[in-house]
C-alpha cells in the first residue's frame, strides 16, 4: 500500500519559517519524481516546488529564494523548507510522486500551513 504522509505543517507569523516532510512508503522512492503543491481556499491547486529523480529542483515564482526543496532517498522522504513566510502562503501543502515510466502517480493527504499575526 502507497502512502505519503506530511507532517509539519502549523500556525506561524509572518516573517517566520517551517519544515514540511513528506514520508514516503510503498514505492521505490529513487525513481520518482516529488513534487509539493499547494491550495489556498476558493483557488486552485499549484505546484510549488518540484525535485527529479537526479535531484534537479524547480519553483514557483512566487516562493523563489524562500523554498527549498530537498530528497533523502536513503530515508524515503522529502522536505520543503519554507522561510519569510506570508500570508498568501496560507494553504493546504500536498505532497506529490509521480512517475511517468510506469506511469504512477500518489498524493498525501495534506498539512495546513497558515501564516498569520
Known amino acids: 500500500q502507497v502512502q505519503l504522509v506530511e507532517s509539519g505543517g502549523g500556525l506561524v507569523q509572518p516573517g517566520g519559517s517551517l519544515i514540511l516532510s513528506c514520508a514516503a512508503s510503498?514505492?521505490?522512492?529513487?525513481?520518482?519524481?516529488m513534487d509539493w503543491y499547494r491550495q489556498a481556499p476558493g483557488k486552485q491547486r499549484e505546484l510549488v516546488a518540484a525535485?527529479?529523480?537526479?535531484?534537479?529542483?524547480h519553483y514557483a515564482d512566487s516562493v523563489k529564494g524562500r523554498f527549498t526543496i530537498s530528497r533523502d532517498n536513503a530515508k524515503n522522504m522529502m522536505y520543503l523548507q519554507m522561510n519569510s513566510l506570508k500570508p498568501e502562503d496560507t494553504a493546504v501543502y500536498y505532497c506529490?510522486?509521480?512517475?511517468?515510466?510506469?506511469?504512477?502517480?500518489?498524493w498525501g493527504q495534506g498539512t495546513q500551513v497558515t501564516v498569520s499575526s
Open positions: 525535485i527529479t529523480r537526479s535531484g534537479t529542483t
Open positions: 506529490y510522486a509521480t512517475n511517468r515510466m510506469v506511469a504512477r502517480d500518489y
Open positions: 510503498g514505492i521505490i522512492f529513487p525513481i520518482y519524481d
